[in-house]
């Protein structure tokens, strides 16, 4: 073969490729690995470029027992890891010494590595979030088969408190439901007509109890007029449901939503309904609002349990308002207190 065929063949690889014969050289390489690896790779020892020892191991052998390896390779470019997965792959017949040559080449596997990263944290979240109230549970049965076995007052107490870990073992529970079911309908999106006003109504209606048991006067803002949009009526009930909920919980003593409509509103580029959802309580520190939509992520972790949360709620509103190709913002400082603004196209 001869070099210009062997070049035109791996410029056609859509992936940084190069290959190296039985003298550990570079003999070609296309374009894209030469803006990974660097120029002027072709008559180099490959041991100048790819220096990782896993890739140069695994090189070494591609070339001796001319079988095919993979490897890890690891860039950083200051910014960012980058991980490659290395494929090679012996070809003979090509090459000036003994005739044969590695193929090598470097795929992206970054996004995939950082997908079971996540999986795997979230697996470790969940487990911990579920052991901890299990662990309660099963210190009181214990302490109720033996010690408190005849103390009444006691077995009343801890009965209370091992209902209070059930419960929330099973809020978590619905909430991982919840996300799984949101998440598998994201790219389907709503079609039923809805008046977001007379919805916001009745759900604010349904929390009227949680915000009388608080101390916090609700109050809604809105228009007479209908104002339809397209959406899942069960979902949005849980979006503002959980705002709403969260204002309570860690707000002040006033909670209030509003209902504003936009001819177009840059933020959808189209006409939209804003609803923001503000209440007078301490505000948020600005370091958490980036994570503030991550699973599990809460400001105060103490204070996020005492009130029942299970740190889901809003990556739950997330993805509904991603379904509904809506977007969501919050401002926040203690002078103004926390809002959440939801815009939703019509
Ligand atoms: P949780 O179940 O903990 O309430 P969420 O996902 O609903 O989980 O909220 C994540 C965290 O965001 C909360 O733990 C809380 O720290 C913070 N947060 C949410 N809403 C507000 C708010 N209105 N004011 C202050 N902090 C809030």
């Known amino acids: 073969m001869t070099q210009d065929l062997i070049d035109g063949f791996m410029e056609a690889i859509p992936l940084p490729v190069v290959l190296v014969d039985q003298s550990e050289r570079f003999i070609a390489a296309n374009s894209t690995a030469t803006t990974l690896l660097g120029g002027n790779l072709v008559g180099r020892h490959f041991a100048t470029v790819l220096r990782q020892p896993n890739v140069a191991t695994a090189i070494e052998s591609c070339l001796h027992e001319r079988t095919p390896k993979t490897a890890r ?141 608080a101390d916090v006067r609700l109050t809604l803002d809105t228009t007479e007029q209908p104002t339809l949009i397209a959406g899942d009526p069960d979902q949005l009930q849980q979006v503002f449901t959980n705002l709403v909920e969260n204002a309570i919980k860690y707000g002040g003593d006033q909670v209030t939503v509003k209902l504003t409509t936009r001819d177009r509103d840059p933020a959808v580029r189209a006409a939209a309904v804003r609803v923001e959802v503000s209440d007078n309580g301490a505000g948020i520190d600005p370091v958490h609002l980036p994570r503030l939509t991550e699973r599990f992520y809460r400001v105060d972790t103490h ?4 009130q029942g949360g299970t740190g889901l709620g809003l990556a739950i509103v997330k993805h509904i308002i991603n379904r509904h190709r809506g977007r969501m913002r919050v401002e926040s400082n203690a002078a103004i207190g926390t809002i959440f603004t939801v815009i939703l196209p019509q």
């Open 303 to 306: 204070r996020s349990r005492e």
């Open 73 to 213: 390779h690891l860039s950083n470019d200051g910014a960012q890891d980058t991980t490659f997965e290395v494929s090679l792959r012996y070809i003979a017949g090509i090459g000036a010494v003994n005739g044969g040559a590695a193929l090598i080449s470097l795929s992206d596997i970054s996004e995939r590595e950082q997908a079971s990263q996540m999986r795997r944290d979230f697996v470790a979240n969940v487990s911990h979030e579920l052991r901890t109230p299990l662990t309660a549970l099963m210190g009181f049965i214990e302490t109720l088969r033996g010690p408190a076995r005849d103390d009444a007052g006691a077995r009343e107490r801890f009965l209370k408190i091992m209902q209070d870990e059930a419960n929330r073992m099973n809020r978590l529970v619905g909430d991982l439901l919840s996300l799984n079911r949101v998440e598998s309908e994201e790219r389907v999106r709503p079609r039923e007509q809805l008046d977001l006003g007379a919805h916001l109504a009745s759900t604010l209606k349904s929390l009227e109890p949680v915000a009388d048991a």
